[in-house]
């Protein structure tokens, strides 16, 4: 079992629409987590960092729940510029003894057509 | 600004071949990692280093090696180049302690063995 898996897509919406990605992690003892965004033939960058109680940076929503252990990112009133891969990243360690190692989920294609 | 540099975007490289991939960071941060992306995959580490001349195997070590003399640079050498060695490889960066979990990442360098 992978320790990151996420829906490889890919999604098509239309601009306007909500869309929800979910990823799942395999590491129960996993600390923190994050989305990274990378656009076509370009590097990742991260997106948002996902916290216990949710949380939101403008149209983008993050949900943890630790007992599924499964992670959510929620995009709405989709934008042709959110045409990207996201990524579902996992630390599997607390951020001062891992060094930033992080775990990333092979990606979930969105398409944002007019 | 934050930047990592990549010595080179495109590389075409013989089956047997030495192959040096160069990564240059000037944000002064500690750990520096080195991943491949493959279709279906995503992002698996290779090695990373939280220190100069300091360096630890990630998932998939084998075929690769590096070396990090200065801070800023952390190299990654393919002592011979073999064809599954094609692929996108990424480096990247973070600070130690607070804020260790955000990567700046390269551009990349897509490598391709025949």
């Known amino acids: 079992r992978k320790e990151v898996e996420q829906d490889p897509g890919p999604f098509n919406v239309p601009e306007g629409a909500t869309v929800a990605f979910n990823c799942t992690y395999s590491?129960?003892?996993?600390?923190?987590f994050f989305w990274y965004r990378q656009d076509c033939r370009k590097e990742p960058k991260l997106l948002m960092s996902?916290?216990?109680s949710g949380n939101e940076d403008g149209r983008f929503t993050a949900q943890l729940n630790r007992a599924s252990q499964y992670i959510s990112l929620l995009i709405r009133d989709s934008k042709l510029s959110d045409s990207a891969t996201y990524l579902c990243v996992v630390n599997p360690r607390a951020g001062g003894t891992s060094y930033g190692k992080l775990t990333f989920g092979q990606g979930t294609i969105l398409t944002v057509h007019p | 600004d934050v930047k990592v540099t990549q010595s080179s975007r495109y590389l075409v490289k013989r089956t047997g071949e030495k192959v040096f991939l160069e990564c240059v960071q000037d944000m002064d941060h500690e750990n520096m990692f080195w991943y491949r992306q493959d279709p279906g995959l995503g992002l698996r580490l290779i090695y990373f280093?939280?220190?100069?001349?300091?360096?630890e195997k990630g998932d998939i070590p084998e075929g690769y090696s590096v070396s990090r003399e200065k801070k800023e640079r952390f190299s990654l050498i393919l002592e011979s180049a073999s064809t599954n060695q094609t692929s996108m490889y990424l480096c990247?960066?973070?600070?130690?302690?607070?804020?260790?979990?955000?990567?700046?990442f390269g551009p990349g360098t897509r490598l391709l063995v025949l």
């Open positions: 996902v916290y216990s």
């Open positions: 990247a960066s973070s600070l130690r302690g607070h804020g260790v979990e955000t990567q700046y």
């Open positions: 590491n129960s003892a996993s600390q923190s």
């Open positions: 280093s939280y220190d100069v001349k300091m360096k």
